[in-house]
């Protein structure tokens, strides 16, 4: 008789996210264990507790979720849980530190069902966050001469998501070569007028920062831009104007999105990637692999 399938939801915050046991519960994981807190010295003791149960034709129905608001904690616990795995002494595993990567895969796919973005501008209004440095590095990825300009009010901050996301992909991506680098280019803006200045002849406005921020205000039908993305659902609204649930809508001859618009393929992305921890023992979903989940789901769709 087939095992029942249990996730293991590691969590560096010391409340672990209730919002990801739902998702795991509604996807129909049989049993859910949560370990709230966790420290990068505790992970071998809960990954050889995964790995060291079942027999090896049983371990696809064990995997691993990490999630947690501390995403630098959050990625040193996934990076530490994927060393404990060796040969087929293995479970799936899944990180998500609050909601970055399916958020941001979610984002960038809503975009690319309007625009190609071959060679575009892309800017990311309040780039430096989670959602904002996914973003990026999910375009970077794709290899696509795309220029993408990440906005903060500091450009240390910038500069230092640039190093980030260039050793990120240098470390993780075999196919990226530094020739292959589109541009990345840091923008310090601080009030709306900057953010305008910066952002007039982008193809793309993705608005990703704090919740309750107005980052681009109602001037920016000024902007070339042929596609908006504001992530904020707290009102002000990021972008003044796109309502959290426009999705896909045409406002000012631009197509917008806001944060439930785009939540609804980021659910579904999140879903799926629960499903796919399950189908066999090697499964290892980081930004990349999440986006190319929600890339095969809108594919199908599209179909
Ligand atoms: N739709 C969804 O499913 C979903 C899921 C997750 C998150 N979200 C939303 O996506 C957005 C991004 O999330 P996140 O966690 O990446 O955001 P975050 O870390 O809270 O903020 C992103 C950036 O905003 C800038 N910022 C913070 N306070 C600011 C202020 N008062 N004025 C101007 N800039 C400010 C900061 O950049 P600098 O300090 O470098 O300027 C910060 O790095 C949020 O609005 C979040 O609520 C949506």
Known sequence: MAKPTILLHIDCDAQASSFDAIVALDVGVQQLITRSNVQPSQIQSLIHGTIFTRGPADLKNTAVFIGGSEVAESDTLFAAAQKCFFGPMRVSIMSDPNGCNTTAAAAVLACQRHINLDNRRVVILGGTGPVGQRIAQIITALNLNTEVVIGSRRIERAQAVIKRVVNHLGKSDSNFTS????????????????????????????????????????????????????LNAVPPAGIAGIDATTAGTEINGKICYGAIGVGELKMRIHKQAIRRLFESNDQVLDTQAIYQIGASLQADKQC
């Open 179 to 230: 020739d292959l680098q589109p541009q990345l280019t840091p923008a310090a803006l601080i009030s709306p007028s900057e953010a305008l200045a910066v952002a007039s002849n982008a193809d793309v406005i993705f608005s990703a920062g704090a919740a309750g921020v107005e980052f681009l205000d109602e001037r920016w039908p000024e902007t070339q831009a042929s596609v908006l993305i504001d």
